[in-house]
């Protein structure tokens, strides 16, 4: 697929939402593709405009970090990608997960209001707190970089949120699934979310490109902080490491302190929440 799929015309209602907000300038609409970041970091593109966006009904190889997978049945979510060029410093990029997080997460709580509780799990989980307070993941950030003299010449922000997913439709995955519907009962439009997304990334981007950084609201919105967790590495490299996770550093590193109360920093893995009663 990929550069075999061709663009669609775009839907009435994803144009209204585009022209409302002045965002996702230009669109392109796909109703399938093998990955709307892959798409865009096609040599083909390699002239867009910062602010192009790419939405897709469907992604056949939809993908997470790590070789890993995003699984969405056509219709079911908001999969996207959005094309900036900040030039920012590579010791910045993990901003661009932030700001992406934040946005994500600003918009699904608008979306379903107040009788949920949405928040990130650090570092790119979209959360969303079930009936009885356990939180499940509904979206996923995929930011990939491309960097010139050490600065991010180009950056494809990838954003997949569970929408319409029913529970049979979840994936098996390691952190427990959910969708908007599965939580709230009710049809949000994919559409509107997009919008509301746009909206925040606009504002914290631009804060952002005058310098002010996400990180202090990221921390606010990062589940994660506080609670006893398990953080494992890519193929299994090291030994798990336990511990109370505190705070991030300005790198965007998770603060971990272990049994032995050593403080350690985590760069790079995968965070379970975990309950230490029951381990
Ligand atoms: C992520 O990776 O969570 C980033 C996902 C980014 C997806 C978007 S969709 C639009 C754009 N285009 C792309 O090709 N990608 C981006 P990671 O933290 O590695 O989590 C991946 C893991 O999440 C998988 O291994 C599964 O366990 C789980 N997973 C897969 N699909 C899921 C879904 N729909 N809902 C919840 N969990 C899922």
Known sequence: MGSDSSPLPIPPDLEAVLLATGLGQPCYYFGAIDSTNAWLREPAQADLPAGALVVADYQSQGKGRLGRRWEAPPGSGLLMSLLVRPDWPVSQAVWLTMLAGLAAVAAVQEAIGPRR???????????????????????????????????????????????????????????????????????????????????????????????????????????????????????????????????????????????????????????????????
């Open 117 to 279: 509780r949405a928040g990130l799990k650090w570092p790119n989980d979209v959360m969303l707190a079930d009936a009885h307070g356990r939180w499940r993941k509904c979206g996923g950030i995929l930011v990939e970089t491309t960097l010139d003299h050490a600065r991010i010449s180009m950056a494809v922000i990838g954003i997949g949120l569970n929408v319409t997913l029913s529970a049979e439709q979840l994936p098996p995955a390691i952190t427990p699934a959910t969708s908007l519907l599965i939580e709230t009962g009710q049809t949000i439009s994919r559409w509107a979310l997009l919008g509301d997304l746009l909206r925040h990334w606009q504002t914290s981007y631009a804060a952002a490109q005058g310098g002010l950084s996400p990180q202090p609201v990221w921390n606010q919105r990062l589940i994660t902080l506080g609670q006893a967790v398990t953080v494992t590495y890519a193929a299994g490299e090291t030994a798990p490491l336990r511990g109370v996770a505190e705070t991030t550093d300005a790198w965007g590193g998770l603060i971990v302190r272990d049994a032995q109360g050593q403080r350690q920093t985590v760069n790079a893995g995968d965070v379970t929440l975990y309950d230490p009663a029951s381990s």
